[in-house]
């Protein structure tokens, strides 16, 4: 005859399993996914394998429901800001994407002043006319721009490009010499969320929401995760 007080110490076990799972599952599942659908080809067969990784964590959530909506709220925030590091920092370093915020309206309506766009890196010999890419200008301090390309002057491994913002009416003043066998094509945007990294770039607050809001996010979680198996530790002694 099994204990009550055991089977409640084998269930809250169980639930902060699935919440641990949560936290490390949910977000390599979107990740891969992200990737599949931005590069296409043979990449799209990493998604059946993470769609089946959503699907059984989904199970899983409903057999082990949270106790309340406080706690559902504070793994919601966990998951949250474990998605947006595994988005931010950790595809980026890996180089399978980059995140860019627009600042002017030179590509409007294909994008605007605050978005933030993500461009993935592609084979060079694949350059076409008419390919939205992200480049270092030939001109002083050599900024990084995302426009259209109009024309290929040059082919080859360093191909001469002309180019075009959307909303412009005039051709750009340079020839850019791209170099490297790969280059950065734009993908897709995501509306209005580029001045919110702007401000996340600030010292202050840059420190706050990287190093102190995961720190407190991760004390409060593990309280939430152990605590309450203490508690009915000492309950039940």
Wanted: net charge positive.
């Amino acid at each position: 005859m099994h204990h009550p007080g055991s089977k409640r110490q084998t269930r809250a076990m169980a639930e902060a399993i699935v919440r641990v799972q949560l936290l490390l599952v949910v977000p390599l599942a979107l990740l891969l996914i992200g990737v599949a659908v931005m590069r296409g080809g043979g990449w799209l067969a990493l998604l059946p394998p993470a769609s089946l990784l959503l699907l059984g964590h989904a199970r899983l959530v409903c057999r082990f429901q949270f106790n309340s909506w406080f706690g559902a709220v504070g793994n919601l925030g966990l998951l949250v800001a474990a998605t947006a590091m595994v988005t931010l920092v950790v595809g980026p370093i890996l180089g399978l994407y980059r995140t860019v915020t627009v600042l002017s309206g030179s590509m409007r309506p294909t994008f605007s002043p605050g978005d933030m766009i993500v461009v993935s890196p592609e084979p060079m010999r694949a350059l076409r006319v008419g390919d939205v890419i992200t480049f270092m200008t030939p001109t002083a301090g050599h900024p990084v721009e995302t426009h259209r390309v109009v024309s290929i002057l040059r082919s080859g491994s360093d191909p001469i490009v002309k180019t075009k913002g959307d909303a412009n009416n005039t051709i750009d003043p340079w020839q850019a010499e791209l170099h490297g066998s790969t280059v950065w094509r734009y993908r897709f945007r995501l509306p209005a969320l580029g001045y919110p990294l702007l401000a996340l770039r600030s010292r202050w607050v840059h420190l706050g929401f990287t190093l102190l809001l995961p720190v407190l996010l991760a004390l409060w979680g593990l309280g939430r995760l152990w605590l309450p198996s203490r508690r009915n530790a000492l309950t039940n002694a």
